[in-house]
């Protein structure tokens, strides 16, 4: 079964009106609500994808407009807001003729336990089944799909708090991987949305690699948007990275409750550590920058602490990973000049930001007693709709324009699923 994937921001009208300077550059039409929500239908109507994620979608505009015309169309839909004072939120839709929801858990990033998780965006992580039908008749269904939708914080200086949102998203997906594998089947995967973050910088580096040493990292270099460097005063990132009251492990899982006490040894939401403990602090190794002007005093300022010891590792592991196989539909890098791909562009910037990731298709075998098992996992990408470079979209006046209606631009791939795949360990 062949299926097809939309991620889309499509600009809020909120935020668009917050920050008219980044659009000054548009004719005042191609920024009216009206005439972009015909083009952003049109685009959506014009590859019909059967999962579409969007980000920027604004509640009014969701409710009054986007949900009824999508609905029309085919679609359910889950949407999310952002908590605080916010309009906007994601919106996670499927073709009922291709998919059937399992379950839907849209997640809050804001977490007032925390000083860290501050900031109010959200996701969603739906898990569906696809089915063939055959005119009214279900023909086969096939493995289960966990597709998860986020917009993660902007904020280019806090890399900390994306990438502890980020964690929140891929513990979920976990879950829902945990879930099916309890009841013998495959989940195939799908992550995407606008994640605020530049190909290849770290955050990025964790999806497609399953892990991110961070210790020391400046926070604005977790998304690489800007290049921070020349600021005086940067915050950096220090292990452990998020507390253990958000009850999730440095293996971005969800931990048992009991675990989340065994991590620190005393009740989980307070950061109390004892004085053992903080002092293995003052060995931080990025921490430890000798001043040029220290005097020497032999035994005493030439002295190295050694970072080895096994309680330091134990207590901090200062890397994060996950168990998720993410690989990028994208590659970043346009066919014929060679020059980056972009996926928003204002007066401000032109950058990759959004993404769609998958999990790949992967065959493997297994020698049980009963002889060769061929296991087969995974999505086969099969096409994807080409981005643009900003000098193509600049001549045609940047974006928004009367032929792209938002600030980014769709992203869209094509999946072949094997519908026999569903159970683990068939022998073929
Ligand atoms: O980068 V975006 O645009 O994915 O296209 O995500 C955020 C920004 C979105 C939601 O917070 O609003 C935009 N300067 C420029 N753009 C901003 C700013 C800002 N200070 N704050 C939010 N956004």
Excluded at 348 to 366: K, M, N
Aim: with cysteine; glycine share 6%.
């Amino acid at each position: 079964m062949d299926f097809t994937v939309m991620s889309y921001n499509i600009l809020a009208q909120d935020l668009l009106e917050a920050h008219p300077e980044l659009y000054a550059h548009c004719p005042p039409e191609v920024l009216d609500w009206n005439y972009r929500r015909h083009i952003l239908l049109e685009e959506i109507l014009k590859w019909t994808p059967d999962i579409l994620c969007l980000q920027e979608v604004q509640e009014n505009h969701y409710h009054e407009q986007l949900h009824p015309a999508l609905s029309e169309m085919g679609y359910k839909c889950v949407y999310k807001r952002r908590t605080g004072t916010k309009t906007d939120g994601c919106a996670t839709c499927y073709r009922s003729s291709s998919f059937s929801e399992i379950s839907v858990t849209p997640l809050e990033f804001f977490r007032p336990e925390t000083t860290l998780l501050d900031r109010h965006n959200v996701g969603i992580v739906s898990l569906l089944r696809p089915v063939l039908m055959r005119g009214s008749d279900v023909k086969a269904t096939g493995p289960p799909l966990c597709v998860a939708n986020t917009h993660l914080l902007f904020n280019p200086r806090r890399g900390e708090v994306k990438l502890a949102q980020l964690a929140i998203m891929l513990a979920e997906i976990d879950r829902a991987v945990q879930s099916c594998k309890a009841e013998g089947e495959n989940c195939n995967l799908i992550l995407c949305g606008d994640f605020n973050s530049v190909p290849h910088m770290p955050l990025y580096q964790l999806i497609t690699s399953g892990k991110l040493y961070f210790q020391g990292l400046p926070a604005w270099m977790v998304s690489g948007q800007d290049d921070l460097s020349h600021r005086a005063h940067c915050s950096r990132l220090f292990s452990p990275l998020w507390p253990a009251c958000l009850g999730i492990s440095d293996d971005c899982q969800y931990m048992s409750r009991q675990d989340t006490r065994k991590s620190h040894g005393q009740k989980a939401g307070k950061r109390r550590y004892s004085h053992e403990f903080l002092l293995q602090l003052r060995f931080c190794p990025a921490t430890f920058v000798r001043p040029l002007d220290l005097e020497l005093i032999p035994g005493v300022t030439d002295n190295r602490p050694d970072t080895s010891t096994e309680t330091y590792d134990k207590r901090f592991r200062q890397t994060i990973h996950h168990r998720l196989d993410l690989e990028s539909v994208y590659k970043h890098i346009l066919p014929v000049s060679g020059g980056p791909e972009v996926t928003t562009l204002h007066s401000e910037v032109g950058a990759a930001v959004d993404y769609i990731f998958y999990s790949p298709r992967r065959v493997f075998t297994s020698h049980q007693k009963t002889g060769v098992h061929y296991v087969r996992e995974g999505l086969t990408l099969i096409g994807s709709l080409s981005l643009l470079s900003e000098d193509v979209l600049w001549s045609m006046g940047g974006l928004p324009n009367n032929k792209f209606p938002s600030d980014h631009l769709s992203l869209v791939a094509k999946f072949r699923v094997d519908l026999n795949a569903a159970r683990p360990g068939q022998l073929r």
